[in-house]
């Protein structure tokens, strides 16, 4: 079992930053893919980010490409999403994901292990 705790979320102007972070128990931490979706009010759930298990590997969603960086540390069972330009659409609860084996990163489906979320409301 993986459990995944988000935190970092909360309330920023139009063009400021936030920097999120997901916390993972399990001992296979640095096997597991690892990434990011969002869901706004009324809005369906959409990929963000993601890493591969040594982090050579990066995927984004074209609507934070350039904005949003996703990064690990394997050491502290810990990824982060590093969040710049932030936009009045960037506001939805973000939830932490991670799977052992994952054919597609952007795909939900793919990911067994889901965080709580954590909200991040930007202002315009």
């Known amino acids: 079992q993986v459990q995944l705790v988000e935190s970092g979320g909360g309330l920023v102007q139009a063009g400021g930053s936030l920097r999120l972070s997901c916390a993972a128990s399990?001992?296979?931490?640095?096997?597991?893919?690892m990434g990011w979706f969002r869901q706004a009010p009324g809005k369906e759930r959409e990929f963000v980010a993601a890493?591969?298990?040594?982090?050579?590997?990066?995927y984004y969603a074209e609507s934070v490409k350039g904005r949003f960086t996703i990064s690990r540390d394997n050491a502290k069972n810990t990824i982060y999403l590093q969040m710049n330009s932030l936009k009045p659409e960037d506001t939805a609860v973000y939830c932490c994901v991670a799977d052992h084996s994952v054919s597609d990163p952007h795909s939900q489906y793919g990911y067994d292990y889901w965080g709580q979320g954590t909200q991040v409301t930007v202002s315009s």
């Open positions: 399990g001992r296979t931490f640095s096997r597991y893919v």
């Open positions: 890493i591969s298990w040594s982090g050579g590997s990066t």
